[in-house]
């Protein structure tokens, strides 16, 4: 069983490297900075298991996961988050993880954790998780063109400001679209939705931002 780690801290891989020092079957193949994208690193490793650190963010997790889903669909997906219960867990749940482990356990017990996940003998649903990407489902289909595009500018790094000069229109008519998104996304700050537009895969690309940026350096 090949095992790939994505987070954000050095000496956090470590010691998650650490833990499968005497699990038999398991080799880790090492981990890639989570604070930036990563799929295609991680498939040139082809990696059975990857495992998901919840980082200095949740917001970044949740788009790992989503990239890390479509660059490795068959691979096992494994969260260690801090709080087994914590709320982003619906939205790790949505983006494509298949399991979740607190990092309470016992360091020597996490790679029979992830070996016994892998071997499919582990279940558990995210009961409240699953309601949670249920209820988010249709939330991008009431928002307006206008707050589709905005949301989707906000989840690529724009500030207000720069949406309002690529939009033509005044940082306040932002303000007030993005208030009606949160609204309707039920989420409460930019945070949450810009994890949104990651989870449904709503961000656009570079080469679509492409226009904001040489307006910007104009």
């Given at each position: 069983m090949l095992v790939v780690i994505v987070t954000d801290n050095g000496f956090a891989a470590e010691a998650i490297r650490r833990s499968f020092k005497n699990t038999s079957g398991v080799r880790v193949a090492g981990y890639v900075d989570g604070r930036h994208a990563?799929?295609?690193?991680?498939?040139?490793a082809h990696p059975d298991v990857v495992i998901v650190d919840e980082m200095t963010w949740s917001a970044n997790?949740?788009?790992?996961?989503?990239?890390?889903?479509r660059a490795v669909p068959a691979a096992k997906i494994i969260v260690l988050t801090a709080l087994p219960d914590a709320p982003w867990l619906g939205d790790a749940v949505r983006a494509g993880?298949?399991?979740?482990?607190?990092?309470t356990?016992?360091?020597?017990t996490l790679g029979l954790f992830v070996r016994e996940i892998y071997a499919g003998n582990v279940?558990?649903?995210?009961?409240?998780?699953?309601?949670?990407?249920?209820s988010a489902d249709d939330g991008h289909a009431k928002l307006?063109?206008?707050e589709l595009e905005i949301l989707r500018l906000v989840a690529s790094g724009a500030s207000n400001s720069l949406i309002a000069r690529q939009l033509w229109v005044t940082e306040q008519t932002v303000k007030f679209h993005l208030s009606n998104v949160y609204?309707?996304?039920?989420?409460?700050?930019?945070?949450e939705a810009s994890r949104y537009a990651h989870v449904h895969q709503l961000v656009e690309t570079e080469q679509q931002l492409?226009?904001?940026?040489?307006?910007?350096?104009a």
């Open positions: 990563c799929g295609a690193a991680i498939a040139e997790a949740v788009a790992r996961i989503a990239e890390v889903r993880a298949d399991a979740a482990i607190a990092k356990v016992q360091p020597a279940h558990h649903a995210f009961a409240g998780g699953r309601r949670a990407a249920a307006t063109p206008r609204r309707k996304l039920g989420v409460a700050n930019r945070t492409a226009p904001v940026q040489n307006r910007r350096a």
